[in-house]
């Protein structure tokens, strides 16, 4: 939170803010369209790279698919093209967060404070972090190497 609100405009938040209304029901689209620029703010300067950087530090905090929209949206070329190696809801998702991203661009309705974001954030969180820490009911599969403690 700290990070974002170094942010020296409301783009970012006006950007989540159209996602909730067009795509209540995708929170981790809102998400990407609110942290899209975290890579410039984590190195500023860093040209090209900023939508890698800010896919590399979400992936572990937000999951994979933040982190996919993320880059993908912020790597030139088409939707469909941009770095990213989801399926065709991706490219619908990252054409749809760029097009909100323009959007945003123009003075639009109040987008609301950045604090109105903290539940979605812990909560697509801790998500991410029990998906990563799921365990397989039916086991690891046959001849898979498994450590034990």
Same mark, same amino acid.
């Given at each position: =939170?700290?990070?974002?609100? !170094?942010?020296?405009? /409301?783009? #970012?938040?006006?950007?989540?803010?159209?996602?909730?209304?067009?795509?209540?029901?995708?929170?981790?689209?809102? $998400?990407?369209?609110? $942290?899209?620029?975290? !890579?410039? =703010?984590?190195?500023?300067? @860093?040209? *090209?790279?900023? #939508?890698?950087?800010?896919?590399?530090? $979400?992936?572990?905090?937000?999951?994979?698919?933040? *982190?996919?929209?993320?880059?993908?949206?912020?790597? %030139?070329?088409?939707?469909? %093209?941009?770095?990213? %190696?989801?399926?065709?809801? @991706?490219?619908?998702?990252? #054409?749809?967060?760029?097009?909100?991203?323009?959007?945003?661009? #123009?003075? !639009?309705? /109040?987008?609301?404070?950045?604090?109105?974001?903290?539940?979605?954030?812990?909560?697509?969180?801790?998500?991410?972090?029990? *998906?990563?820490? *799921? &365990? @397989?009911?039916?086991?690891?599969?046959?001849?898979? &190497? %498994?450590?034990?403690?």
């Amino acid at each position: =939170m700290e990070l974002l609100r !170094g942010s020296p405009d /409301d783009r #970012a938040l006006r950007t989540a803010a159209l996602l909730r209304r067009s795509h209540p029901a995708d929170k981790e689209l809102q $998400l990407a369209g609110l $942290l899209q620029d975290v !890579g410039r =703010m984590l190195r500023p300067g @860093d040209g *090209a790279r900023h #939508a890698v950087l800010a896919a590399q530090a $979400l992936r572990s905090l937000l999951g994979d698919r933040v *982190a996919r929209l993320v880059r993908a949206a912020g790597a %030139t070329g088409t939707a469909g %093209t941009a770095g990213g %190696t989801g399926g065709p809801d @991706d490219a619908e998702a990252v #054409a749809t967060l760029r097009r909100a991203r323009e959007a945003a661009g #123009a003075s !639009g309705p /109040d987008a609301g404070m950045l604090e109105d974001w903290r539940p979605l954030l812990e909560l697509v969180a801790a998500g991410s972090c029990r *998906a990563a820490n *799921a &365990i @397989d009911p039916l086991g690891p599969p046959r001849g898979s &190497i %498994t450590r034990t403690g």
